[in-house]
């Protein structure tokens, strides 16, 4: 059972004071049979009142303000997290059974907002690829593999490429981007086929074995398996989501669970770092550092500029 040690610090820092600042955090991890969270601490800057509820999707939220001029924030959550290894389905389960279970969900409320497909330009260029890779007699569990596979194969791994914004029509034109893109492309292929799948945030920790993604947060998917129940799919390597993954939170996409993400009133000149370090049992830390790259300001009213850190976390 692998022991993380896992700090996100993120800073912001203002040209001119900021006021009336509002923000909501998603930082708390997911604490369940797969992740045991042995220790956590938060600490924001100015020492605000913090209010919290756990959301539709089933993540711990926290929201709070911060009413006086400030040139400064700073938000880190420190905690320490115990992970097990997870079981990979052994799909006896015969197929056809498998997608008549899949199909009777469709009327489930829980799995609608895991299934909904929203379209778009290149959509019919995407089935052709989804009906050639979806075989007749493939497990649910199989086919999900397959579209990651043709992910990992077909897209090119390119930091920088793509912004928070990037549409699926973008990112499947481009044939390239970074771990948030590709799980946007893995969760349109696999609801396409009616299997219901969900938005993964969270960290990836494989120390020196060179997996993408590494000392960053990251993202990647999880599909339901009738018979199993949901599973993580990694397309950005390849893999099933295992011991390596810590998961922070999950959606219908990244804008469900982004870390952090808010309003101010002040000028828009500023600037974004976002520190990720990763220590492990064997003593070594992996530290990740971004400037700017994961800001995103938009005029909302009075001088008020939205900030949502996205998870791409410096492009990973």
């Not at 600042?21 to 605000?48: N, R, V």
């Not at 969900?105 to 989804?130: A, G, M």
């Amino acid at each position: 059972m692998p022991r993380f040690q896992i700090k996100h610090i993120t800073r912001y820092t203002y040209r001119e004071p900021a006021r009336e600042s509002a923000s909501q955090i998603i930082l708390y991890p997911i604490s369940d049979e797969g992740q045991e969270i042995l220790k956590y601490q938060l600490s924001i800057s100015g020492d605000p009142l913090l209010a919290s509820y756990t959301d539709h999707f089933g993540n711990k939220v926290q929201t709070f303000t911060r009413i006086e001029p400030h040139y400064e924030m700073t938000i880190e959550s420190d905690f320490t997290v115990i992970t097990h290894s997870k079981i990979i389905p052994d799909d006896e389960l015969a197929s056809q059974e498998s997608w008549k279970q899949l199909a009777s969900l469709h009327t489930n409320i829980s799995f609608l907002d895991y299934l909904k497909q929203d379209n778009f330009q290149s959509l019919p260029e995407l089935k052709r690829v989804i009906e050639s890779l979806h075989k007749v007699n493939c497990s649910p569990f199989k086919t999900t593999l397959n579209f990651c596979d043709y992910i990992f194969t077909n897209f090119n791994y390119i930091k920088g490429i793509t912004t928070v914004e990037s549409t699926v029509d973008e990112i499947w034109k481009l044939k390239a981007g970074v771990c948030q893109d590709f799980a946007h492309i893995l969760l349109t292929m696999v609801r396409s086929v009616g299997i219901p799948a969900r938005y993964v945030s969270g960290y990836i920790c494989p120390n020196k074995n060179g997996m993408r993604g590494i000392g960053a947060t990251h993202a990647w998917i999880e599909a339901y398996i009738p018979n199993f129940g949901w599973i993580g799919i990694d397309p950005t390597n390849n893999c099933v989501a295992n011991e390596q993954h810590v998961r922070l939170a999950v959606g219908r996409n990244f804008s469900d669970c982004s870390p952090v993400k808010g309003v101010f009133k002040g000028n828009s000149d500023h600037k974004l770092e976002v520190i990720v370090s990763v220590g492990y049992e064997d003593g070594s830390v992996i530290e990740e550092q971004s400037t700017d790259a994961i800001l995103e300001p938009v005029y909302v009213s009075n001088s008020a500029f939205e900030i949502k850190q996205s998870q791409q976390q410096s492009q990973q």
